[in-house]
Structure formats: C-alpha cells, structure tokens
C-alpha cells in the first residue's frame, strides 16, 4: 500500500484536473433528479392561440403578433392592454397552485424587447418588472424558473411566438442581431446568477429554425458556444439549455461536451404539425410517444423535453397563427380533413370520456418516455379556449394525476 502523503498527492492530482466540475454547482441536481415542469406560455409573450381574447379586442386583424400589437395600435391603448395581462395572466396564486401539483420547474418565455428595443421596433416594454416577480414567486414555491429567451431580433424562427411573424427568420443574417441577442443573454446571466438556488438554467434562444440549412445552423451553433455562461469572465453556476434546433439528435453527438460544465438540450416533441402524425389514432400517439425514451436515454447532454402536450390535434383556435385553420378538420389551407375538431379542444365540458382517458393514458406515456432521459416541462400552464393543451385544466378534470408520479397506466410503453 503507497504511504499516506502519496496517496494524498494523487488525490490533489485528480482534484487539480477536474476544478470547474468542482466548483460548478447548479441549484438542481439535473441528471439524478427528474425535472418535471409547465410552461408560462403567453404571459410575457404574446401568443394569438393562447389568450385570443386580447387580439380580439383590438378589432384589427392585422394583429397577429406581439410585433403588430405594438405597431398597429397607439401606445397607451396597447400598453394599458399588456399591463392587464401581465398583472393577471399569471400571479403568484399559479405559482402556488404549480408546485402544490407536484412539479419542481416552472419554464417562462420572455422576449429580447423586454430587455432591449432598438429603433424602429413596435414593441411595447415593462416585462421585467413581472420576471422579478416570478423569480421571487419561484424562490416562495420552492420552484425552479427556467429564463427563455423566445424571441431574438430579426426572429429565429418566424413564427408569431417570436414576437415577430414573417416567412422567412432573419435573426441569423445579420451579425448586429446575433450580437444584441448575445448581449442579452449576458445581461441576463448576471442578474440571476446570484439567484442560481431559484434560476438554475438559462435558454439562450427558442427554436431557432434549424430546418432552413447550414446558414441557420452554423451561426446557432457559434451562438450556443458565444452564450455559454461557463464562458464569462465570472464562474457561473447557471445551466445552459441549448434547443436542438429541429434536427435529430444524433446532429448534436459531442457537441459541448469536452470542456463545458453544466450544458442541457432541449428538444420539443409534437404529434400535430404534419399531416402524417395530426392523422394517427390514439393508438398510434401513444406508440410514437414511448418511442422517443430509447434515444432520450442514450444522449450525452442533460436532455429535457421543453415542450410537449396531451393534446393530439392542432384543432385549438388560431394555433398556426391568427385567422388560420387546423389540419385535423382541413380548413388549413392546403390539407385534407382527418375529423371533426367539435370535442377536441376548447372548454373540457365537451370532451368525451374516452377522449380524456386518452389524454391521460397520452400523458402517461409521455412522461414515461421523456423521463428515459432528465425530464420534462409541459406546454402549457393555462389558455383561454384550449383546454386539451391546458396543465392546469388537466389537473381539474382527471386527465393528469394531481401527482405527476400517480401513473394509472405505468406500464403503457410497456
């Protein structure tokens, strides 16, 4: 057996080669513990599916996004209109009323105009004020608060869940967009590190539209690494949830593994938004959901599912944007009818029994499937007219157990 002081100068050795995951200490153990969340959705950004009340009453169909919210109304009448929603969309009542179903995380989207608007943009400030709150609201709760940047300059993306509608994102093109967007994240670090027990994980960007080819991808992948919080000129303890950009998750093999401390992936799971997969029966929802645990359990990163839903359709008003239709009963232009959406969606009273059963066997098996790998966090907390995507209506009419851990079918990917 080596002497004593020899044995203490390999452990100093070992100790000396690993010092960032020493002193890397996120406040969540992601990877032992299970991250089992809901979405803020539409409170600090707009979204026409989730609150259509408030695109309603402004009377002008051109507004379809947070952009145009701002753009096509005066200033006071749209800013007196946010701050409504803001106080009450979301309060600390939700927050309460979360962590008492059991959950640990709460997932909230926040948009880079809340931080910084640069000339010429429409958009209407004050959000900041309410991401306090929820920090706070979070630390009261015993929560986790998972900071999302959904919406970057120029739109990542395009969709109106950016802020910013369009055909086709502009956000990668133009470096000044990815440096403000940078800028951002940097600021944000800096106020919630000192809060990392509460705000453990940032989400540098939402969805970036990773299908539009290397000249989206190339700079994402820059962004990722140039965000990286680990990267500052401070230690940091806070995670950084990288989103998988829409491709397969072999693309990110070994990305930001060597020489990061504290990297997760994100990866959002649908069955609504192709032909193929809004037209499976229940049967097949429920085989493609256990399906994805094989691959969320063999990924080299943390890897959260950040967004998923019970809902099968994409029947709930104006989801695929304001004044359009679905695919499931073919009024979206250019697809051909799989049902009726009567029963499908909005107020719960009309759901059938064998619907909900449905929607709580869809739930379970999600949950089972995404907790192969570190967790999930549900879209969304709350709607106004789309209950099937609703956690907390889910809660109150039996479709998902009051304790996320209270399978009824826990063999059902069986």
């Known amino acids: 057996m080596p002497p004593l002081n020899s044995l203490l100068s390999l452990v100093v050795l070992a100790l000396s080669a690993v010092p960032s ?60 209109a946010l701050q409504n929603h803001w106080n009450s969309w979301i309060t600390e009542d939700d927050f309460e009323a979360i962590a008492a179903a059991g959950l640990n995380h709460v997932r909230l989207p926040i948009g880079y105009w ?40 120029g739109s990542q993306n395009g969709f109106d869940n950016s802020g910013q509608k369009m055909s086709y994102p502009t956000w990668q093109s133009n470096q000044t967009n990815v440096d403000r967007t940078n800028d951002i994240i940097k600021t944000i670090v800096s106020m919630v590190d000192s809060e990392y027990e509460t705000v453990p994980i940032i989400a540098p960007l939402n969805e970036p539209a990773g299908y539009d080819g290397d000249q989206m991808l190339s700079v994402v992948k820059q962004y990722w690494q140039d965000s990286y919080p680990g990267g500052s000129s401070t230690e940091s303890n ?18 930001m593994v060597d020489g990061y ?97 449905f929607m709580r066997q869809y739930w379970e098996a999600q949950v089972i499937s995404y907790e192969k790998g570190s967790g999930w966090i549900q879209w969304t907390w709350k709607a106004e007219n789309a209950d099937d995507w609703s956690y907390q209506a889910g809660l109150e009419y039996g479709w998902i157990p009051q304790n996320p851990t209270n399978l009824e079918y826990p063999n059902i990917c069986d």
Request: a negative charge.
């Open 114 to 153: 809340a931080f910084a608007v640069g000339p010429g943009e429409p958009y209407i400030t004050g959000q900041l004020d309410y991401l306090d709150k929820a920090i706070t609201w979070a630390s009261n709760h015993n929560l986790k608060l998972i900071v999302d940047l959904h919406g970057a300059p």
């Open 261 to 357: 401390d504290g990297v997760a992936m994100d990866t959002h799971i649908y069955q609504m938004f192709t032909d193929e997969q809004v037209a499976y029966n229940y049967s097949q929802h429920i085989s493609e959901a256990c399906s994805h645990g094989s691959s969320l359990a063999d990924f080299d990163l943390w890897i959260i599912v950040g967004e998923w839903t019970p809902a099968s359709t994409d029947c709930a008003t104006w989801l695929n944007g304001r004044g359009t239709g679905a695919r499931y009963d073919g009024t979206l232009s250019g697809t051909t009818a799989v049902g009726s959406c009567t029963g499908k969606t909005g107020n719960a009273t009309t759901f059938s029994t064998e619907y909900k059963q």
């Open 21 to 80: 995951v020493l002193s890397f200490q996120p406040g969540f153990n992601y990877g032992s513990e299970k991250v089992r969340g809901v979405n803020l959705g539409g409170w600090l950004v707009l979204e026409p599916w989730i609150t259509p009340s408030i695109f309603q009453n402004t009377g002008n169909s051109d507004i379809v996004d947070e952009w145009t919210f701002g753009e096509y109304q005066d200033h006071d009448t749209a800013l007196a």
């Open 238 to 255: 806070t995670v950084e949830l990288i989103h998988d950009a829409f491709q397969d998750l072999s693309y990110w093999d070994g990305f």
